[in-house]
Structure formats: C-alpha cells, structure tokens
C-alpha cells in the first residue's frame, strides 16, 4: 500500500539537486560524532566512516556514481579552495620550514621512490601485468595527479583513483599506530610521513592530531607529487616496464 508513495517520494529527492550534497554532510557530521565519542580510535576515521555510508546509501538505492557526483559536486569544487588554504598553517610555520628543508626533501625523495618501488615489486610478485604495475605505480600521489601520471605512462587512470583512495584510506587507519609503535612522536616527522605515503586522508588524519602535523603532511603531500611526476617515468624505464 505504501510502497508507490515511498517510490515517488524517493524519486523526487534523488533528483533534487541538494539532496546528494545534504546525504553526504550528514553522513560526515554523524561519522564525526561518532569519531569523538570513540575517543578518536583511528579506526573509527570520519573520513572512512562517510565513505562507507555513502557506497552503502547509493548501493542500498542503486543510485549510480554520476548520479550522486552530479548532487555532490560543489563539495568537490570546495577541494580546490581547501587544498589552497594549506598554505596558511605552513605560512606560521616558515621558520621551521626553513631549517628542516634539508631533511624534508631528502624524505619527500626517498618517501616517493620507496613508495613507487616497493608497491611495484610486491605487484610484479604476485604476477600483475604491465598496466596494473604502471597503474599501481603512483599510487601515493593524490588523486588528480596519480590519474595524469597513470594515463601518461599507460595505466588505467581509474584503477590508480581507486587504488589511491585505499592507500590513503590505510595510511589513515594505521599510519599513526605504526609510526608510534616505532618510537616516531615527533610532529613534523609525523605530517611528512603521513602526507607523502597517504596523501589528502592522510593530511585529514594529520590535521587530527595537530596544526603542526596538518601543515607538514600537507606540504609533503603537494611535493611529493611534484617529486613523483619528475621520478617516475623514469624509474620506471629503470625497472623496465617504459620503453626508452
């Protein structure tokens, strides 16, 4: 009986334009609560958490991707906003920035390479293809720069989306607890590390544990996509699988 009015009603709001964008900041406000109720557990990270609800939602209403995107994008156009405002917290922290710049790019190097290599190697191991290792490859830059390097050297520029999506959204669950479980403490270590090997949900979690960390995985995060886009094509020729 109330089956048609509950299809009708349903339809009017997945078409409404603000419907898509409302779901998904509700859904960021509960997975935030309840991130703060846990005591922040990493493994309870809002970032996660909303991920999680939304596929659920759109799986649970067959909703396609398009759909949601086309509801939601204004949250995507604020990426480029947040991405900009970065810039502040590092401003504060110039000094610093100054006197570990050194040591900040000798980890951003260092942080890109092993990331590219080992993430290739553990792949080519398990016997994956050609396209899945250069797909594979940049899979700790953030996104709109893993997928032009993926399509530029011959990978599938979906597949390295998803697979950077994963890789941020391990480092954020783990990344902290490894990093203590090995005696690392120290904020601005913590922030270049976050931000090189889990990029943007990387920074997200940084920015959870402090100002200081937030701004330096951040700067890590944009140079090590520099870094990654200048190295790669040609540790790639290096491993053998870009022709000269």
């Not at 339809?11 to 509960?30: D, K, M, Q, S």
């Not at 405002?85 to 951003?108: E, N």
């Not at 270590?189 to 200081?212: D, E, K, M, S, W």
Request: cysteine-free; glycine content about 12%; charged content about 10%.
């Amino acid at each position: 009986m109330n089956e048609a009015p509950f299809q009708t009603l349903w339809v009017y709001l997945a078409e409404a334009p603000l419907f898509w964008l409302t779901a998904t900041l509700l859904a960021w406000i509960g997975a935030l609560k309840l991130h703060r109720l846990s005591g922040s557990r990493a493994l309870l990270n809002p970032v996660v958490m909303t991920i999680g609800l939304l596929i659920g939602l759109l799986s649970l209403t067959g909703t396609p991707y398009g759909v949601y995107f086309d509801g939601a994008q204004f949250i995507h156009f604020l990426l480029g906003p947040a991405t900009v405002a970065l810039a502040i917290p590092l401003y504060r922290l110039r000094m610093d920035l100054r006197a570990l710049a050194i040591p900040i790019l000798a980890a951003l190097l260092v942080g890109a390479l092993v990331a590219a290599v080992s993430a290739v190697e553990l792949a080519s191991l398990f016997g994956a293809d050609r396209t899945i290792l250069l797909s594979l490859a940049p899979k700790s830059v953030t996104t709109p720069v893993a997928m032009g390097i993926s399509e530029k050297l011959g990978g599938i520029p979906a597949l390295t989306a998803a697979l950077v999506v994963l890789t941020g959204l391990v480092g954020a669950l783990f990344g902290v607890d490894l990093l203590r479980r090995i005696g690392i403490r120290d904020p601005a270590v913590t922030g270049i590390a976050l931000g090189t090997a889990a990029h943007g949900i990387g920074t997200a979690r940084a920015f959870q544990l402090g100002n200081r960390e937030g701004a330096m995985s951040g700067l890590a995060m944009a140079l090590s996509a520099i870094v990654s886009a200048l190295l790669l094509p040609g540790l790639l020729r290096w491993l053998g699988l870009l022709d000269g």
